[in-house]
Nanobody
Framework: QVQLVESGGGSVQAGGSLRLSCAAS????????MGWFRQASGKEREGVAA???????YYPNSLKGRFTISKDNADNILHLQMISLKPEDTAMYYC??????????????????WGQGTQVTVSS
C-alpha cells in the first residue's frame, strides 16, 4: 500500500502563499482518491481539499478560491496550493488516501492512509 510523506510547510505572514506536497511510495496514486486535512490546536481534524480518481476536486465553501489541490500521477505527488493565507489557517496539514467504493470527499472517515503531517503557521 502507499506510504505518504508531506513537505512544504513553514511560517508565513498573513497574505502569503505556501505549496504543500505529498509524495507517495509503495504504490501509485492513480488508484486512490486523495485529500488534504488540517488540525489546529484544540480542534478536530477537518478536510480542506480532496481529489477523486477522475480528477474531480472538492473544497469546503469557506476555502474555495484560496486552496487548490492537484495530483501528478506520473511523479506520484499530491499538491495543495494555498494563497491569501490567514492566521486561522495555522494548523498541522495532513495528506490522506483511500480507495473504498464509497467516498465522502472531505470526511476523514473515508481515508485509511495518512501522512505524518507538516506544520503551517501564519502570523498576522
Amino acid at each position: 500500500q502507499v506510504q505518504l510523506v508531506e513537505s512544504g510547510g513553514g511560517s508565513v505572514q498573513a497574505g502569503g502563499s505556501l505549496r504543500l506536497s505529498c509524495a507517495a511510495s509503495g504504490d501509485t496514486y492513480s488508484g486512490y482518491y486523495m485529500g488534504w486535512f488540517r488540525q489546529a490546536s484544540g480542534k478536530e481534524r477537518e478536510g480542506v481539499a480532496a481529489i477523486g480518481r477522475d480528477g474531480s476536486t472538492y473544497y469546503p465553501n469557506s476555502l474555495k478560491g484560496r486552496f487548490t489541490i492537484s495530483k501528478d500521477n506520473a511523479d506520484n505527488i499530491l499538491h495543495l496550493q494555498m494563497i491569501s493565507l490567514k492566521p486561522e489557517d495555522t494548523a498541522m496539514y495532513y495528506c490522506a488516501a483511500g480507495r473504498w467504493a464509497s467516498w465522502i470527499p472531505l470526511s476523514r472517515g473515508s481515508y485509511a492512509l495518512w501522512g505524518q503531517g507538516t506544520q503551517v503557521t501564519v502570523s498576522s
